[in-house]
């Protein structure tokens, strides 16, 4: 495959990107969101003045490679993932998503920006509130090291609509892949078909077996959050405690396991009991939870990917279903739980 000749627009660190235009021909093709599209779904998407806060980002480092190889492996993946060149036309009920030819708009998701003033650009790049309806929900920014212009450092900001942390991590292996078919001169070969979005969508919109998936997921949904509210019965939450010692306060959108034998030890944890140290963060969370609010049952939300076959695995989108977990812990005064 070869570049083409437009080159890649340089970042401007100073101020967040701005809204890009569409690929100006027709939609390849339409069709409706996928039911979990539809959950993050910004009523008013083009309104919308904080949608960074739900970008995802991921950083690469590779072997320093001209821009024209770059750009090749960048249209590629374009191609590959639909969802990365989509749209949202329409709102509500009557929202649908509208993909994108690769050509001409693929050039616009491609920024190049010197390495002295990287961190600046990507602190810029990540503040992006992507105009859905207008644009593609993919900022890629491209480092360049020397007068030669080759890349050594590429950033990834991918809105969440589009894709969640595997969609992300689905699309760092696949540019990882793309750039080192495009630094030998070879045709790039992917792992296997991937699952695009309005395909997935049609199938819980349009046969049996979608409809009893989505049947499946908002009943235990329903049941989790009915059974909280039954184990919480009239408790309600304490006051907050107001800032933290020297003015500093709890903030969003994470948190930092600061202790490095506590990560240890639950990872001892999560290997005996054949489970990803993530259950026991949420468990040890949980029991935290419930001692301050003097309760022996507590919710709290797992982000789970609604991810079923291999081609899904390997697909950029967002397959993030939020569901609530709930868990009974020790009642106040009582030993620790064993595990």
Not at 71 to 96: K, M, N
Not at 130 to 157: C, K, N, Y
Not at 292 to 307: C, H, K, W, Y
């Amino acid at each position: 495959m070869s570049a083409a000749s437009t080159p890649a627009r340089t970042a401007d660190p100073s101020e967040p990107a701005a809204p890009r235009p569409a690929a100006a021909a027709r939609p390849d093709r339409t069709g409706p969101l996928t039911w979990v599209q539809q959950e993050w779904l910004p009523e008013q998407p083009d309104a919308q003045k904080s949608s960074h806060e739900d970008n995802q980002f991921r950083q690469l480092d590779i072997a320093p490679l001209g821009l024209g190889p770059v750009r090749s492996a960048v249209r590629a993946v374009l191609a590959r993932h639909e969802v990365l060149r989509s749209r949202i036309v329409g709102l509500g009920p009557q929202a649908h998503q509208a993909v994108d030819p690769v050509d001409p708009g693929w050039e616009q998701v491609l920024e190049t920006t010197a390495l002295d003033v990287w961190d600046a650009a990507v602190a810029a790049a990540r503040r992006t509130s992507f105009r859905l309806s207008r644009q593609w929900p993919l900022t890629l920014l491209a480092g360049t090291e020397d007068r030669h212009g080759r890349v050594s450092r590429i950033a990834m900001v991918v809105d969440h609509w589009a894709a969640d942390g595997l969609g992300v991590v689905a699309l760092l292996d696949d540019l990882t892949a793309a750039l080192q078919a495009a630094a030998l001169g070879v045709e790039w070969i992917p792992a296997g078909p991937v699952e695009q979005p309005i395909d997935l969508a049609l199938w819980e919109s349009a046969t049996p077996a979608g409809a009893d998936h989505l049947e499946r997921s908002v009943a235990y949904r329903r049941q989790q959050f009915e059974r909280l509210k039954r184990g919480l019965g009239d408790h309600r939450p304490s006051p907050g405690g107001g800032p933290l010692p020297g003015g500093t306060r709890l903030g969003f959108p994470g948190c930092t396991l600061t202790s490095v034998r506590l990560a240890e030890a639950a990872t001892v944890v999560a290997d005996r009991l054949r489970v990803p140290a993530a259950a026991v963060f949420l468990a040890a969370f949980s029991t935290a939870i419930g001692a301050a609010e003097q309760v022996g049952i507590v919710g709290t939300f797992m982000l789970s990917a609604n991810r079923l076959t291999p081609a899904a695995l390997r697909s950029v989108r967002n397959a993030v279903m939020s569901a609530p977990v709930v868990l009974a812990v020790s009642p106040p005064g009582a030993s620790p739980r064993r595990w």
